[in-house]
């Protein structure tokens, strides 16, 4: 069986490797590794035992390649928030975090989260499985579809589409549509105290998320934007003022504008496209690509080898209706569920 895979990213490379250890020819067509950050946080402090069950597994996944760092999970809740519903994490409920500033209204949810060096990873994985740096198109032939690259067509008994925020983009060109929607997200760059170095931080209070990097480099960020428009008027100023509140002095290096892509329940899909016989997906990562990326990638594997499971992540389980991806609420994100439900 050929796959061909469009997109080098967490989803196209581990989607590859997975395949590849089931015994399949493996075509990988993916642009370079555009990830910002050298590492992505996992964190395996959310809201819904699946997408944590994806993270552990992710985790193990990862290990085969290279040793994660552990820093501390710092989210930031008020006190009034019921927390009964996160008894499925190892947790520790604290009024004081050295470095953070905590109001008496305030609690901390101390758990341990990842660095994990995806941007090595997939570039390693990349090489070892001769993924091209080819830019791809999708075509529609019926109910099959193949992929231009180099002004070749490439036919495959699977097409798997794995293109990050593109998927959507990629799949209209060719006249399909698909139960994801892109959007922008904005995150600045820091410098900030020794103190703060350690922490992976969710401040649900404030409103934004702030992760360490290369020290003393701290990344913060929050907002959704419409896909193209770049980022609101003065962001970098506004997130200044937002973290020196909690962290005290922060001076902003430099603000990115990311890309991200989710489907309508807020989180990722995978499957087969119901319209055509060899078309595969798997995408809707948003923010958080490493803790669901590797687990899925296995799924959709095990899925192409004929023992797939019917979970609620299946695309072909998602509504059809069109959606804006600013005003889903994303799965991983605890705001959306501990703040709304209470
Ligand atoms: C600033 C920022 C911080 C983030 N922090 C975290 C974090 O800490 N933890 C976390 O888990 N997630 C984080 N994310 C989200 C994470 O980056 C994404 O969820 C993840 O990258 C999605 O992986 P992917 O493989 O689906 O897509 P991508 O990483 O976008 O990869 C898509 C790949 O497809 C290629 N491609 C696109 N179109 C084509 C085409 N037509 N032909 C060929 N190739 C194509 C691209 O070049 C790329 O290689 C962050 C995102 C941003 C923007």
Known sequence: MKAVILGGGIAGVFTAHFLKERGFEVVGIGGEVTYPLASL???????????????????????????????????????????????????????????????????????????????????????????????????????????????????????????????????????????????????????????????????????????????????????CGKYGEGSPPNYTKRMANLISQRIGTAIPLFLKVGYCEVGPHGGPLYGKHPLFDNLYILGGFNGYGSMVGPALAERLADLLEGRGIDDEFRIERAPKAQFDPCQVAERHDWGAVLLRNT
Request: glycine share 8%; with cysteine.
């Open 41 to 223: 946080v996992l964190t395996t402090s959310m809201p819904f035992r699946e997408d944590v069950e994806l993270a552990r597994r992710s985790l193990e996944i990862y290990r085969r390649f290279a040793e994660p760092r552990e820093v501390v999970s710092v989210d930031i809740l008020p006190r009034w928030v019921d927390l009964s519903n996160i008894s499925h994490i190892p947790h520790e409920v604290v009024d004081r975090v050295d470095g953070v500033r905590l109001s008496p209204d305030e609690i901390a949810v101390i758990t341990k989260d990842y660095l994990i060096p995806v941007r090595a990873i997939v570039s390693s994985l990349r090489k070892a499985l001769k993924f091209s740096n080819s830019y791809g198109f999708l075509k529609a032939d019926g109910r099959r579809v193949y992929v231009i690259a180099d002004g070749r067509r490439i036919e495959g008994d699977v097409i798997v589409l794995a293109a990050g925020y593109r998927n959507s983009i990629i799949a209209r060109e060719a006249g399909i549509e698909l139960p994801l929607a892109p959007y922008e997200c904005y995150a600045v760059a820091f410098i900030v105290g020794r103190k703060v170095w350690r922490y992976s931080i969710g401040d649900y209070v404030l409103g934004w998320y702030g992760r360490p990097t290369m020290p003393p480099i701290y990344i913060a960020g929050n907002g």
